[in-house]
């Protein structure tokens, strides 16, 4: 519990400090981008201030998921965290189809030709921005790894799909300054193609996380391996295991020597049951049923 309340904390602090630098970013952006004539760094800071719904989107998952059950939630709010990651996923396939589309219609009007050459603050803006956005990216799958949360790292990739979209602006930039103007759309239509895979990829792992499929095989196997440990279990019948959003619930049945009361078979149980919740933080809630063996006394005692 003391671990998952950590886990929580410093999620809900990612997420603030993501809304307060996609705010400072965006306001950056946009009076850079007027002062510096730079059309490319507008639509960055435009860009930012769509994260800034991301992020608000992300921090709203985290701590509905975290909400503790109710009657109509037995089994908890988790899953609302993928419903946050999917829908941050929209919002960055939204930006790739946006600058592809954008790019694509600067080429065939020409529109291009017609832009006033930008500052060297678009440059530096355009710098400073990857810089920090990579930091951002660092930081925040940091953190989602070290939480298991998909909403959070949703909003991981979502800073590195900032930093493709600042580079593609930068190479514009750049490239009016060069007497190339074209390159600005060029670049926004080839980067708006990695971004919009970063949005898919967002949205197939939220979605796989939303279906009751089993946890990672070799997680299973330490889990199997756990269980074997404990003191009374002669064997595993059965052990089934479903992702639950970022947690885990387990079901398993063990043999246990069936002259045993139901005092000693309950004990052995509660070992199953506490050291797998213990041992693996991630799993919500165990449920351990205990089968008579069916062979003579062996095993462990």
């Known amino acids: 519990m003391v671990d998952q309340e950590k886990n929580h904390k410093l999620a809900m602090n990612t997420s603030r400090a993501n809304i307060f630098m996609n705010v400072l970013l965006s306001l950056s952006k946009l009076a850079v981008g007027f002062l510096a004539h730079s059309q490319a760094m507008i639509n960055d800071g435009i860009n930012n201030a769509s994260d800034v719904i991301g992020s608000v989107i992300v921090t709203v998952g985290v701590s509905v998921a975290a909400k503790d059950s109710d009657s109509n939630h037995q089994y908890g709010h988790e899953r609302l965290e993928c419903v946050a990651s999917i829908l941050v996923s929209g919002i960055v396939m939204a930006l790739g189809v946006g600058l592809f589309v954008e790019g694509l219609g600067k080429i065939f009007r020409g529109t291009y030709k017609n832009l006033p050459t930008p500052g060297m603050e678009a440059v530096y803006a355009a710098i400073a921005s990857i810089i920090i956005k990579e930091i951002m990216f660092l930081y925040t799958r940091r953190a989602a790894r070290k939480t298991n949360s998909s909403a959070l790292m949703a909003s991981a990739w979502d800073s590195q799909s900032d930093v ?39 949205f197939n792992d939220g979605m796989y996380k939303m279906v009751d499929h089993a946890c990672p095989e070799d997680e299973v196997k330490r889990i199997r391996k756990v269980i074997e440990e404990q003191q009374g279990v002669l064997s595993v019948d059965v052990l089934q295991t479903r992702m639950f959003g970022s947690r885990a619930f387990v079901d398993v049945e063990i043999s246990a020597e069936g002259t045993q009361t139901l005092i000693q078979a309950h004990g052995i149980a509660e070992r199953v049951h506490y050291a797998i919740e213990k041992n693996f933080p991630q799993v919500k809630h165990c449920m351990v049923h205990v089968n008579p063996a069916k062979t003579a006394s062996s095993g462990k005692k």
Do not use: E
């Not at 750049?174 to 971004?195: K, L």
């Open 164 to 202: 493709l979209a600042t580079i593609g602006g930068l190479i514009g930039i750049v490239g009016s300054r060069m007497g190339i103007p074209v390159a600005d759309s060029i670049a926004a239509i080839v980067i708006s193609m990695f971004i919009f895979k970063v949005g898919l990829d967002i």
